[in-house]
């Protein structure tokens, strides 16, 4: 099988004016005194237009550079890390449409000089990955194509010599300069396990690989090089080859992906990078050669449950208030977690690392924490990881008399050494060092303890380890 650039997904062209770029122009700016999403919504449809009108290559390219500054524009409502939209989305794989028939443009021209084809390539690449990102900022799988295209772009620059021409791109969040180093990019974020991200965090992970990404080098497949890195088949619509997957066939668009430099250079002092930036790089580190964060094997199940969301509904349901809950159907039972899916509109209730309590309709409440999650045509779909232990409700003064802060008490019994203890409060309410006083749910008496280090913490909720007499 050969690779081609004319497999490029990309619309038909109907028979349809195209708008004159003076027209559009004005459109686009009558676009912006709108609202932002009505605005957004416009200019998606005057893209949608331009991407299935005939046109000459120097107005297409044109047209697509004023497109650039409008999605510049739309895309600094992103800055404060606010979800996107799927009319943003759609945005993204519009100019990703519109500069792949550019490129066919190009390549059916006379001698297109190597500079011109490595900025086409690079801006067909660079909206395919901000397509990619905002499909796992919204927990959904991106679709099967935008795999295709993109490794049929770095198969064509690979062959045009253009992979490591660098092109100026004023983007947030900034990508890659070069089109090996966006591709790569792209292949390091999914396989960052990104659905077991935060909110948020995969626009941070975006931006601390990019001065990565380039380091790593796509190689020929080599059958007797013993090699950790993940497999890439260009003529695939996937990221990589499953881990455990059997090579048949031809070999010719086999890439073995090099991560050796990189790895290097992820423990070099870095000024520009962030804290916050060098622990996720470290965390999601692991899932680049293979290490998978499954320990268990999967047990399908299939029952009703329902799910108590957020720590205060949790103390509320402790204490027998019956709080609202939200049904779930549990897919899979496997040791240590579960697998459910629910409403696809709870979703802006159970961002990862949300605590829940898991009613079954017979049998305990579980305490758990939310892993990954993944919205499809089915649902919202969870990953839960179980929390050990009885869990009891808990109030938290400052002082003996002082204002109360519901908590949840995790205690779990150690053979021999009586039971250890797990204290969970909203994420920022208490810092380690504090005195508080403890009081159990229907127990007069109160404890003073000093809330040690947090033994574990994610973006909601936060748990400190506790020995009680």
């Known amino acids: 099988m050969t690779l081609d650039a004319l497999r490029l997904e990309v619309p038909d062209i109907v028979e349809e004016e195209a708008t004159r770029l003076g027209e559009l122009n004005a459109e686009l700016t009558d676009a912006r005194r709108k609202p932002r999403e009505d605005g957004l919504q416009q200019a998606l449809r005057l893209l949608h237009r331009l991407n299935r009108s005939a046109m000459t290559l120097l107005e297409r390219q044109r047209a697509l550079q004023s497109f650039c500054e409008e999605y510049r524009h739309y895309c600094n409502a992103l800055a404060d890390g606010s979800q996107p939209s799927q009319a943003f989305v759609s945005l993204c794989n519009e100019l990703a449409a519109g500069f792949k028939r550019l490129l066919l443009q190009i390549l059916q021209g006379r001698q297109p000089s190597r500079p011109h084809l490595a900025w086409c ?33 770095y198969w064509i620059g690979e062959h045009q010599g253009c992979l490591d021409e ?14 090996r180093g966006l591709y790569q990019q ?12 935060a909110e948020g965090e995969c626009a941070v992970l975006f931006g601390a690989l990019t001065p990565l990404a380039s380091l790593a080098r796509l190689l020929p497949w080599d059958e007797d090089e013993e090699g950790e890195g993940p497999l890439i088949d260009l003529s695939q619509a996937q990221p990589c080859l499953p881990y455990d997957a059997e090579i048949a066939g031809s070999t010719e668009h086999l890439r073995r992906l090099e991560l050796g430099a990189l790895l290097v250079a992820l423990y070099e002092p870095a000024p520009l990078q962030s804290a916050g ?12 050669l293979g290490r998978q964060q499954r320990r268990h094997p999967r047990a399908d199940f299939s029952a009703d449950c329902s799910l108590v969301i957020g720590l205060p509904a949790i103390h509320a349901q402790l204490l027998e208030k019956r709080p609202t809950s939200s049904a779930a159907q549990m897919l899979d039972a496997s040791a240590g977690g579960a697998r459910l899916v629910c409403h696809a509109e709870l979703a802006t209730h159970l961002p990862v690392g949300q605590l829940v309590l898991v009613l079954p309709r017979s049998g305990s409440a579980t305490l758990a924490l939310v892993r990954w999650r993944h919205l499809n045509q089915d649902g919202l779909h969870l990953g839960l990881r179980y929390l050990k232990g009885l869990p009891r409700a808990v109030w938290l003064r400052r002082a003996p008399s002082a204002q109360t802060h519901p908590g949840v008490l995790q205690s779990t019994p150690e053979p021999g050494a009586g039971w250890h203890h797990g204290l969970w409060l909203p994420c920022g309410q208490f810092v380690e060092g504090e005195n508080v006083w403890l009081q159990l749910a229907n127990a007069n008496n109160q404890a003073i303890l000093l809330l040690p280090a947090p033994n574990l913490g994610t973006p909601t909720v936060t748990r400190y380890p506790l020995r009680l007499a």
Do not use: I, K
């Open 121 to 153: 390539l690079y801006m067909a690449q660079h909206f395919l990955a901000q397509s990619l990102l905002r499909h796992y900022q919204l927990y959904q799988e991106p679709p099967a194509s935008l795999w295709s295209d993109s490794h049929l772009l």
């Open 186 to 197: 792209m292949l390091m974020l999914a396989l960052s396990n990104p659905f077991h991200l």
């Open 277 to 288: 930036e060098r622990e996720l790089l470290d965390q999601v580190r692991q899932h680049w």
């Open 166 to 179: 660098h092109v100026a791109a004023p983007f947030q969040p900034t990508p890659a300069g070069t089109l």
